[in-house]
């Protein structure tokens, strides 16, 4: 083992992240986000996590950001822009693997000729469902809950803006977030940066709502399809989006179509952001609906009675899982709004962060969610029927002591479920085979210092 000093990183006022303890693990250490601007804090939202009955009342805003400093929603964002070269400049590229891009066929399925699948070099997830990384300095994906009766709920593509035609936008939100609500139900939300941008009071309903906030890009490629330069676009834009609106910075991400390589990854880590994947796939998105496809909802239904009558029959009991749901039309919401009170009957559902014990999924050390190891005071359910307002609360929730923070060590294999899947908006159809090894974060207390050495070891 060789100590060495990679750098000195200066830090604002706030949190930091070190990498585990070195005879252990070697992960790349990183620091929370300089290159971010420091927006005003939204007077609408909370400091910390919701302690008081939730908002459930029907109408947000649908003022947009100031999308004059955004790139055009759902587009490819501009590689020479002044804060994404900063970005880029700020990145160790040697630390970061030099996978080739990869291409997307003229139907949009990516193409695999020419990669090495048996020795799968830059474990890409799209050939392989890899999600333990080749390269030792980078954490494995997160793609499961380890407890066996958990259902790790999350959804992709939000936040759901409206549409204009009035007959979907009864569907866009905050309808899935007071359904939500109204079950005292949290998920973990994998958002659009585009999205945001055009509709940030619905992230930040979801934020006081108790959600955990993570980034899905700003305009949904194919990211091993990108070059270095727009997989740190797509990412910056959606950060600042997310900031922006709610104040806070997201320390997790989940690739769009689950396409993500190491070297994909690697830039994502050092842009603080830790990938999540996904064990079961409902494949909602493709049901017919604008953007959805021709899967039938009653196929749809037969996924989620089979993964209950697997749990109830005894024969689901090895590990729990995260599900991949979007939040995308009527049709999706209304899976949710059907499925979700069976599902709570049968599993533990939860977000994500609460499964793994990551109490604090965003580098603001205020917002400390509870998790299985950590039961914080919980926000009051809301009925149905009740609008009821808010409670700020300023001060944060937890003051943590050094404590490890996430945690996956269990090993285990799925068969792999591969089907085809055609050029979607949603992820692809594969459900992943897992293998989610160990990574202990240790988070700091407060740290007001301004600047820190940061120590990589190196095996
Ligand atoms: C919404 O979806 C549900 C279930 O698929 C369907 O019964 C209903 O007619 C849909 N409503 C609209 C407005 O599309
Ligand atoms: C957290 O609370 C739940 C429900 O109140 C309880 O079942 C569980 O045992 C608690 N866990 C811990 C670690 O205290
Ligand atoms: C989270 O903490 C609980 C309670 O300490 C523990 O039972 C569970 O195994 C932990 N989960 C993980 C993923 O470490
Ligand atoms: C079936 C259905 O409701 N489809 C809708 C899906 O969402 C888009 C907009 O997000 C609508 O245009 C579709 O009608
Ligand atoms: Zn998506």
Not at 363 to 370: L, S
Not at 411 to 428: F, I, R, T
């Amino acid at each position: 083992m060789q100590l060495a000093i990679i750098g000195a990183m200066v830090l604002a006022t706030g949190s930091f992240v070190s990498a585990a303890t070195p005879t252990s693990s070697g992960i790349l250490a990183v620091a929370s986000p300089t290159w971010l601007p420091d927006f005003p804090k939204p007077s609408n939202v909370l400091s910390g996590y919701p302690t008081g009955p939730l908002d459930t009342t029907s109408t947000l805003s649908h003022d947009s950001l100031d999308l004059t400093v955004y790139p055009e929603p759902w587009t490819s964002p501009s590689t020479t822009h002044a804060e994404v070269q900063a970005v880029f400049n700020a990145i160790d590229w040697d630390h970061v693997p030099a996978a080739s891009t990869h291409k997307a066929k003229s139907n949009g399925d990516l193409d695999f000729a020419g990669y090495d699948e048996n020795t799968d070099p830059y474990c890409w997830w799209s050939d392989t469902n890899c999600v333990d990384p080749k390269v030792t300095y980078l954490p494995s994906d997160i793609s499961y809950c380890p407890n066996a009766g958990d259902w790790g709920l999350t959804y992709d593509d939000g936040p759901f803006n409206p549409t204009g035609n009035s007959a979907v936008d009864k569907y866009a939100e905050p309808n899935l977030y007071n359904f939500l609500a109204t079950t005292n139900q949290k998920s973990t939300l994998f958002y659009i940066g585009s999205n945001v941008a055009t509709f940030p009071a619905a992230a930040q309903r979801a934020l006081n709502d108790g959600h955990v906030l993570c980034v899905h890009t700003w305009s949904h490629p194919q990211m091993t399809s990108q070059s270095n330069i727009q997989v740190v676009a797509e990412l910056y834009w959606t950060l600042r989006a997310i900031k922006e609106a709610t104040g806070i910075t997201s320390r997790c991400w989940r690739p769009p179509y689950g396409d993500v390589d190491d070297r994909v990854r690697a830039i994502a880590w050092q842009m603080g952001l830790r990938t999540i994947l996904w064990d079961e796939d409902t494949n909602d998105w493709d049901m017919p609906g604008e953007g959805g496809g021709n899967l039938a909802p009653s196929k749809v239904d037969s996924y989620f009675q089979g993964w209950i009558d697997a749990r109830n029959s005894g024969k689901d009991n090895k590990r729990g899982h995260i599900v991949l749901e979007h939040e995308l039309n009527n049709s999706t919401v209304s899976m949710t709004e059907k499925w979700l009170p069976k599902l709570q009957q049968v599993f533990n559902v939860v977000s994500v962060h609460a499964c793994m014990n990551i109490s604090q999924p965003y580098w603001e050390e205020n917002w400390v969610y509870p998790t299985e190891a950590n039961n914080i005071t919980t926000s009051t359910p809301v009925s149905a029927s009740s609008a009821a307002s808010q409670s700020f609360s300023a001060t944060p929730v937890l003051s943590l002591a050094p404590s490890a923070v996430s945690s996956a060590s269990s090993s285990a294999a799925d068969s792999s479920d591969k089907q085809s899947d055609s050029a979607s908006s949603a992820e692809g159809l594969k459900s992943a085979s897992t293998d989610s090894g160990a990574s202990n974060l240790f988070v700091s207390g407060s740290i007001t210092l301004v600047a820190i050495a940061t120590a990589l070891w190196l095996s």
